[in-house]
């Protein structure tokens, strides 16, 4: 039911740092599990990382070490913070709730991230 809006991205120098706002409409606090996804350029959309309420976190191997994950009940957003970022980071990042969302699933509408060399 909540409508997701992503900002914070734009063009970024290899080496440095993006810090990425998911804000939603309502209350996320019921939804559990709530996630970034990516799509870079000719490829398939990706998990990048997600969390749950009790804290329990994923990443993905692309960024272990370098991103930082939160979800922040009392102001309806989710963040993403990606540290010494490469040109292989560029893509098209998204948040969703839930698991394993699906297409069904309400996704925002994506903010782009490019690293230039």
């Known amino acids: 039911q909540v409508q997701l809006v992503e900002s914070g991205g734009g063009l970024v120098q290899a080496g440095g740092s993006v810090r990425l706002s998911c804000k939603a409409s309502g209350s996320i606090f019921s939804i559990n599990v709530m996630g970034w996804y990516r799509q870079a350029p000719g490829k398939e959309r990706e998990l990048v990382a997600s969390?749950?309420?009790?804290?329990?976190?994923t990443f993905a191997s692309a960024v272990q070490g370098r991103s930082i994950i939160s979800k922040d009940n009392a102001n309806n957003a989710l963040h993403l913070e990606i540290n010494m970022l490469r040109p292989e980071d560029t893509a098209v990042y998204y948040c969703a709730p839930g698991e394993r969302p699906s297409s069904d699933s309400a996704w925002g509408p994506g903010t782009q991230v490019t690293v230039s060399a």
């Open positions: 969390i749950t309420n009790g804290g329990r976190l």
